[in-house]
T-cell receptor, first 114, second 112 residues
């Protein structure tokens, strides 16, 4: 099993360009998440999908859109990239284990917006 | 007040010693607590999860939870240089089971 995979690993965009970050999981998890990680800010939730067909905003959704394409795939789109969106983006997924929702992370995408 | 607080460190411990990492959280309704390890340039890796008061042990790692005092800690016994990393505490705040709020992490340095 590959777990959670993300593409691309690195990306450089110019201000105003758009792009889609792809995420897929093969663990049959119901829930999927997009985070960004910035120095000193920790991991912040952008959007999440508790189950196929649903999406909800997290802490920092402005400037982003998401699509839960099917149970396996959850994409994050930047419509008009801004330098403030320079960050490392992580996708995660979780199933359930009793009351626990253990989240497992992909390898990340390092995005630079110039 | 931050919702999940951790000392940023660095916490420096000699090889073979016990490293103690602490985390406090704001919401008494929280039920699930997690510790992640993150090496520089890598993604977070789940190492412990706990939801009942008390201790949970897994190898050299022990997670301790005290809901009354709203803190969770991670002990690493026989610390090794390979344990040098940032440790992230995560909590499901507000009773939403599937959403986690992360602390900013404690950087641990294990010295030879």
């Amino acid at each position: 099993n590959a777990g959670v995979t993300q593409t691309p690993k690195f990306q450089v965009l110019k201000t105003g360009q758009s792009m889609t970050l792809q995420c897929a999981q093969d663990m049959n998890h119901n829930s999927m998440y997009w985070y960004r990680q910035d120095p000193g800010m920790g991991l912040r939730l952008i959007y999440y999908s508790a189950s196929e067909g649903t999406t909800d905003k997290g802490e920092v959704p402005n400037g982003y859109n998401v699509s839960r394409l099917n149970k396996r795939e959850f994409s994050l789109r930047l419509e008009s990239a801004a330098p403030s969106q320079t960050s490392v983006y992580f996708c995660a997924s979780s199933g359930t284990s009793g009351v626990l929702y253990e989240q497992y992370f992909g390898p990340g995408t390092r995005l630079t917006v110039t | 007040q931050k919702e999940v607080e951790q000392n940023s460190g660095p916490l420096s411990v000699p090889e073979g010693a016990i490293a103690s990492l602490n985390c406090t959280y704001s919401d008494r309704g929280s039920q699930s607590f997690f510790w992640y390890r993150q090496y520089s340039g890598k993604s977070p890796e789940l190492i412990m999860s706990i939801y009942s008061n008390g201790d949970k042990e897994d190898g050299r790692f022990t997670a301790q939870l005290n809901k009354a005092s709203q803190y969770v800690s991670l002990l690493i016994r026989d610390s090794q240089p390979s344990d040098s990393a940032t440790y992230l505490c995560a909590v499901n705040l507000g009773g939403t089971a599937s959403k986690l709020t992360f602390g900013t992490g404690t950087r641990l340095q294990v010295t030879l």
